[in-house]
């Protein structure tokens, strides 16, 4: 019998709802001329909180709360605490970044911690409804945050982009859930993976995951559902794209991890060649198209195709060996690339006067701290020996060998060395001697505050510790995986089998 208070299970969602509603009120309470910065450490200390509330968890045993609708376990705290520090860097980093007078401070940085709490749900909900309910917390939250500089014509052009797609691919995901209780009766993820094997109606069951793959895939920029990807990382703040392009994408990989691992496992000779022919896709039309980009952002957008694609083909690995190679990618992606996000809104601003790649030209002279961590970010991107984008593309490599997919290896190393191309122009730009006729002028001194440059610490920490001392992350990786299996069904839900079975006449 379990005898972990239920409130327990979801303390990290618990403070972080009572951190946005701290930052509403004080907001409110705040005469309208007085800078709002003081928000975003109160909700820097609430994320701050939360992440450390996700490693208790640790402490407590493997289990359900809430009629088994949310679950705890190493899974769920690994995901935990990757989403909650990535949402801690985002807002030390638009700490820095926003500007004093700029409008709806509060709003923002609440909107951020509510984004979170969807985030987290997320990757602990065992049940569909709950999911749904928990996307649309996380989707909402960056739909608005993506038209935050409402001043200029990209900003809500992106917010209205992200939405429209966004709110189709989460119908999709609901048809399939709908579609899934009338092959089995039930919403309960563990109900499902034993009674899904052995409904009668075995194309519905392959009909919801076809649909609940498309909403999934959406939300993590996968080909061929990738096309708000650019146009949404170039009109959006770039806290905003480190945020977005992280945190959200990590709990959707979380929930991609429990569907497929977790709710059908019996069906991976299904999903298995589809997500494989999905990461070559992504792979290949992602590098491909970045290889045009001239703009910073939009190049980057391309990349993050790429990455899903590198992710996904771990998904081609046999049981834990897939799932921890696909949970340490996300890691080690999740730190090499809020880092590089966050030296692009040092040097481009918050009104991002200088976007494109030459704009970058002669960076490591002007500032050579930022060109040093712009490169190292970058080497890491590429997937150089002792970084964190290594072991990433290491892991997911080997676990589709490891799957007997050795093709689909190959495609991924050939696609790293065509990645490399457009990294590297970034790079050289970057450490080319600076003219006058580059937007980076010789009065140009990029500056970073206190608290941006703790959030860039934080990212170069992370994606240094992961490429040379990877152990105990990918260890906890390992460990979630292991928790990540249906239970045996006990001996009342097979005899209750007949019984709930939905009848077709």
């Known amino acids: ?59 407590l045993p493997v289990g359900t709360g809430f009629y088994a609708t949310v679950e705890t376990s ?28 700029s409008h709806h401070q509060g709003e923002y940085y609440a909107l951020v911690v509510f984004g979170a709490v969807g985030m987290c749900l997320l990757t602990a909900a065992i049940e569909l409804l709950v999911v749904f309910i928990a996307l649309e917390i996380s989707s909402i939250a960056t739909y608005v945050l993506a038209g935050y500089r409402k001043e200029t014509a990209r900003g809500p052009e992106a917010a209205i982009k992200y939405f429209l797609l966004g709110s189709f691919a989460t119908a999709f995901l609901l048809y399939g ?45 996968a080909v061929p559902f990738h096309v708000w990807t650019p146009d949404v990382y170039e009109g959006a703040p770039s806290p905003v794209v480190a945020l977005m392009s992280t945190a959200p994408k990590a709990a959707a990989f979380a929930l991609l991890l429990r569907v497929v691992y977790e709710m059908f496992p019996t069906l991976h000779s299904v999903w298995a060649p589809l997500l494989s022919i999905v990461a070559v896709l992504s792979m290949t039309v992602g590098n491909l198209a970045a290889l045009r980009q001239q703009n910073v952002k939009r190049m980057l957008a391309y990349s ?15 049981g834990n060996a897939g799932i921890a190679a696909a949970s340490f990618y996300v890691a080690a992606y999740a730190a090499m690339n809020v880092g590089i996000f966050a030296v692009v809104t040092v040097v481009s601003g918050y009104d991002e006067n200088l976007p494109m790649i030459q704009d970058f030209r002669g960076l490591i002279y002007r500032s050579p701290l930022l060109g040093g961590l712009l490169i190292f970010f970058l080497a890491s ?3 150089i020996p002792f970084t964190g984008g290594f072991f990433g593309k290491f892991y997911s490599f080997s676990a589709a ?22 990294y590297l122009r970034l790079a050289f730009a970057a450490a080319q001697r600076p003219s006058d006729e580059t937007g980076l002028t010789r009065s140009y001194e990029p500056r970073a505050g206190v608290a941006v ?53």
């Open 453 to 505: 440059i703790a959030a860039l610490l934080f990212a170069v920490a992370a994606t240094l510790i992961l490429g040379i001392v990877p152990g105990d992350v990918l260890h906890a990786a390992q460990t979630g995986a292991h928790t990540l299996q249906p239970p045996p069904p006990t001996a009342t839900e097979v005899i209750g089998i007949a019984t709930t079975q939905p009848r077709v006449p």
């Open 304 to 318: 993050s195709i790429a990455h899903a694609g590198y992710l996904l083909a771990a998904f081609a690995g046999m």
């Open 74 to 101: 190493p899974f769920t705290v690994f995901f935990h605490a990757l989403i909650c520090g990535i949402v801690l860097v985002a807002l030390l980093l638009s700490l820095d970044s926003l500007p004093e007078d």
């Open 381 to 383: 991107l590429v997937g």
């Open 1 to 59: 019998m379990n005898s972990v208070p239920d409130i327990y299970r979801i303390l990290p969602e618990v403070i972080l709802t009572l951190t946005g509603v701290l930052v509403m009120l004080v907001d409110a309470s705040l005469p309208p001329g007085l800078p709002r910065r003081s928000l975003g450490w109160v909700a820097a200390t609430g994320t701050a909180v939360a992440y450390l509330a996700s490693i208790w968890q640790l402490s």
């Open 177 to 221: 859930v709908a579609l899934i209780f009338g092959a089995t009766g039930t919403t309960q993820i563990y109900d499902i993976a034993n009674l899904a094997p052995s409904a009668q109606n075995h194309s519905l069951v392959l009909a919801a995951l076809a649909l609940m793959l498309v909403g999934i895939l959406f939300k993590v920029s």
């Open 401 to 422: 060998v490891g799957g007997g997919a050795v093709w689909l290896a190959i495609i991924g190393l050939l696609n790293s060395g065509l990645a490399a191309a457009y």
